[in-house]
C-alpha cells in the first residue's frame, strides 16, 4: 500500500515550485516528512499523487550569514541548527528549542521549515522563532517575496501558503549587544511529541532596563501566540521582580490556555505560563548582559 | 562444582535479534497468503441489530467475510468462556443453547465483530469500511463503584445479578481487637490506574493449515498449550487438531496471555484452507488488549508505639473491564499480598473485582501486587511518619519470619527473606547515612523551585501459579553422540518473552550433562509433540521449566551412562501442592514459593512545574541463585524503567470507555531522557529449596517496591503525600497546593 504515488526530487526553488504546480495533484512538499508521513500513514491527511522532497535543494539547506540577517533554509535539519555556532550566538531561544525536538533521529530529519509550515500552535521551533521576530521567505510560481512570520498562520495546522508555495527560509535579525534570548517547556515524557507548554523570550537590556521584549507561547489558540501585550508591558520597565508579576498578569490575561482531554488542563497551563515566563526571562535577561559587546557597565 | 550456572554467558537469542534475522509473528509470509483486518465494535456498550457485509464482499479481492453466525462455539476466555469471538447475532450455539454468552452485545470498543479477508492488506483495510453494522446502544458504566451497586445495569445479565465478578476475603484475627491495641492509625485512600503493555511488536499472526491437516497458528503468546485449547474450543475442533508454535516474541508481559488474533485467524484458515495473516497496527493492539487493573484502595492500618502492626482493613474495588479475563487470579494475588511482606495478627480484606465496559484488566507483570504493595507499602511510610520511626527500621521490626502466618493464615512456604533484602537496599544505598545528594550535579538542581527525597519501600511475591493449580512443568532432553556427547536437544515448550528463559534452559542441560552451551540445541515453543510448560508468567519459568529440564537432563545423562545412544528422556516437574482462598477467611496456602525485594529510591521534584525525577534506584532482590546474573540485572533494570512508566509518565486516559491515548504519541512511555541514570542491583542470593541449584524468580519484583518509594521520596522532599499516581506534574502540582 504505496501512501503517494509520484516522488520528485527539485535540485532547485524554482523546479520545486514548478512541480508543485505541474505535477499530478494533489502534490505537496515533503522535507524530513517527520509530520507528514505519519499523516499520510494514518489517514489524517487527505491522500497525496506526487510528494515534492525539498531536502535536496542547496539553498533550502543554509544557514550563513546574509548581511543584516541570519539565514536559515527551510531544509536545515534541527539537529544543523543545535549544532550551529552562528545560530548558538544569534539564536539561542531557537537552538534551545530545536534542541529538545524529539529524539536525535528525529532531529536528524525533522526540519525547521517542515516545523513551521506545519502551522501547530505548540511547535518548539515556530515558538523558538517567533520571539527573534524572524521573517519567511516565500517562493510561489509568481516570484518571491518576504513575510513576517504571524502571517504565515490560518489556524490549527493549517498555515496561509498556497499549494504551489514553500518556504525557502527564514531570515532572523542577528543579535545585538545587549539582547538575548531564551526557550523553555514543560513535557511529561522527553523525546515524543508536542510539549504541555512552550514559551520564547527574546529581550534588548540597558543597563537595568528591559529597552524591548518579545514573548512567544504556545499553545495559547489556534495559531503559535505572541503575546504582544506582554511584550509591551515589559517595554521600558526595570528588570524587577514587581515587572516579572506584572508581565506574568499581563500574559495570563491575554492568552487564552485550553485544556486538552490527554494532555494539560487550562489551569495547568496558567499556572506552568507563570513559571516558564520568570524562567526565560531570567535567562534572556542574563544573556542580554553577558553579551561581549553589552553595553552594561 | 558448576560451571555454566551463575555465569553471564550472552544470551543465545541475541545474534538472531540484533542482526534482524530473528523471524518475529509480523515477518511470517507464506505463498499465497491472505490478509485480515478485524472490524471492532468501535463503542463501549451496545446490542448489534444487523450486521451488512455485501457490499464489502462485492468488493474485489475480498475472500470472506467472518462474523458471529459462522463461529462454531462462540465464547472464549482463559478463566471462563465469558466472550465472545465475533459480536453479532445468529451465532450457531446461542447462549442458553450450548454457550453460556449472550453474543449480540458488545461490551468495550475493542470487541470484534467482523473477519475481512482479502487478497491484500489494503483491499481487506477498504473492505472493513464498507461493513455496516446496525448497533442499538446500551447504558454504559465505567466507574466499578457505580457498576458494582445493586440494581446496576447488568453487562452479563446470563452471570448472576450484579456486576461484581470477583470477591476474594481475608478474615484473620479480631481487626477490632487490633485497632484497640494500637497507639497510631493510618487510614486513607489509594488509586492506581490502569497501565497498557505498550510491547515492541503489535499482536500479529499466521495461520493455515498445514500438509497433515493439522489447523497450525503462528502468534506470538505466553502459554502455547492454552492458546490451543481455546482455539480448539472455539472451532469446535479436538485439541490435537490445533497446532499452536511461537515465532519470537516481541515482549509480553501480561498481554499475550490472553486471545487477541489467534482464534479468528484460525477460523479464517481452516474455513479457507488458505494461509491467513494479520498485523494489529498500534491503535488496534491499545484498544484490543487488556490492561493493569486500576483499582481504588481505602485502607486502615494500627501500629503500637514500638512500631508493631497490630490490624489492617483493606478494601479493593478493581475494574475489571468488560471480561473476567484473569481478573479472578490477579485480585487473588492482590488478596494474597495485601499484607505486604509484614507480619499482621489482625486483618480484614475484601478485594472485589466488578465488570464496567472498560478495556478489560488482566494479567500485568506484577499481576495484581504492585496495586497492593502500593496501599501496604504506603501505609507502612505513613505509620513511621507518626510514630517518628524510620522507615527501614519499621520494616525491620514487622518482617515476615518463617515462623508468622500470613494474610492467608498459615505459615510461608519457604524461609522469607525480607529482611535481608531490606538491609541489603538500605547498606548499598546508604540509608543509615541520611540526607539525599542534595547538591549533586543534575541539571535544574541550582534552582531552588527543585527539592530532592528519598524514600524506601519493600514488596513480596508468588513464584509460580496459585490456589490449588496443579502446577506443572514439562521437558525432554535427548544427548546425541557416540564415545562423547557431540548434541543436546532440549525440547520444552517454555515463552521466551524476552526474559532470557531459553538461555537459562540451555545453561541447565549444558551443566547437567557437561558439555559447552554450543552443543545444547533447544525446540521449544510448540504444542507438536510437546508437553505442557505453563506459561511465561508469575515469575515461574526458572523454577518451573529450570527444573523440568534439569530433571529430564538428569535422566537422560543417566541412560547415556548406561549406553543407550541416543539417551532420551522425559520429565515433568510438579511442584508442591496449593490450596484455594477460602470464600469466607481466606484461610489457605496459596503457594509453594515467594520472592522478596526492596528499594531505595531518590527523586527530584521541581515544585514550580510539578515535573518528578527519578534519580537513583537501589533494588535488592532475593533471587536464591542467580543462574545467568546479566539475565537477573536485565530484569530489574527493565522492570524498574517500566514501573517508572506506570508511576510518573503513563497516562491510560478513557472517557465514557473510550479509549483518549491510543497511540504511542499520546501514551507517552518513557524514553531514555527520562529513565534514571543510575539502576544499582543487588542479588541476594538466598537458596530456595525447590528451585534448580536454589533459583528462585524475579521478573515481577522489581515493579512491587518503585511506586511507594517514589512517593514516599516526594514527601521527603516535599511533605506531601501522594496516593494516587500517575505522577503527572499536573497532578504533583496540584498536590502541592499550587493549582
Ligand atoms: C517522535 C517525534 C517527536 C516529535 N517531537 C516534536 C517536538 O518535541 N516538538 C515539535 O515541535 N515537533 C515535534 N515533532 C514534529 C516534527 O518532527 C517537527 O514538527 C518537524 O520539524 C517537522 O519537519 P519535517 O521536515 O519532518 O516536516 P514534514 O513532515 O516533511 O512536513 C510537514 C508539513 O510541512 C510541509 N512542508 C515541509 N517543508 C516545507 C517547506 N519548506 N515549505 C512549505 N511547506 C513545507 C509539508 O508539506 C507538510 O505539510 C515530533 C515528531 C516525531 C515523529
Redesign the interface.
Known sequence: ?SLWKEYLHPQTVEQAVQALSAAASPAIPIAGGTDLMLDLQQGNHPPVHTLVDLTGIPELRALEIRGEWLFIGAGVPHNRIVESPLAREHAASLVEACGLIG?PQVRNMATLGGNVAHALPAADGTIGLLALEAEAEIASPEGRRRVSLPALFRGPGQSTLAPTEIIVGFYLPLRAPGQGSAFVR?M??????LP?LNLAVWLERQEETIRAARVAVGPAGPTPFRAVQTSAYLTGKPFTAETIAGAQETLLAEARFRTS??R??A??RR??AV?LLK?ALTTAWQRAGQYPGSNQQ | MTTIIGTAVPRIDAYGKVTGQTEYSGDLVMPGMLHAKILFAGRPHARILSIDTSAAEALPGVVAIFTAKDVPVNEYGLQINDQPVLCGPNSPLPAGEGTGVRADIVRFVGDQVALIVAE???IA?QARKLIRVEYEDLPVLTDPEEAMKPGAFLIHPERGTSNICVHDKIRKGDVEKGFAEADVIVEAEYRVPMQEHAYLQPEAGLAYVDENGLLTVKAAGQWTHVDRKQIAHALALPEEQVRVQYPAIGGAFGGREDMSIQIVIALAAWKLKRPVKIIWSRQESIIGHAKRHAMVIRAKWGARKDGKLTAARNLFIADGGAYMYTTNKVLGNSTITESGPYFIPNIEGDVIGVYTNNVPAAAFRGFGAPQAAFMAESQMNKLAEKLGMDPVEIRRINALKETDTMAVGTLPPNKPTVLEVIEAAAEKFGWEQGAVSRNQGSVNSHRAAVKRGRGFAAGFKNIGFSFGYKENCWARVEIHGQAEIEAVTVWCAAAEVGQGNHTILAQIAAEVTGVPLSRVNLLTMDTLNMGNAGSASASRLTVMSGNAVKGAAESALEKWKNEERPAVAEYTYLAPPTTPLDPETGYCTPNFLYAYAAQAVEVEVDT????VRLLRVVSAHDVGKAINPDLVVGQIEGGIVQAQGYVI?E?F?T?GGYV??DQ???Y???????IPAKVESVLVEIPAEIGPWGAKGVGELPYLPLAPAITAAIHDATGVWIDQFPL???RV??ALG??
Do not use: F
Open positions: 500500500m529524539g514543560v511529561r515524557a522527553q523525546g515524543i511529541a504541555i482531554p490527554a494539560a488542563t489551569e495547568y499556572a506552568l513559571v524562567n | 491484500t492488506e489494503a483495510d514550580e512545574t510539578g515535573h509518565q497516562n486516559i472517557r483518549l491515548t504511542l504519541s499520546t507517552l512511555i518513557p524514553t531514555i531522557w527520562d503527572t506534574p499536573e502540582l496540584r499550587k493549582l
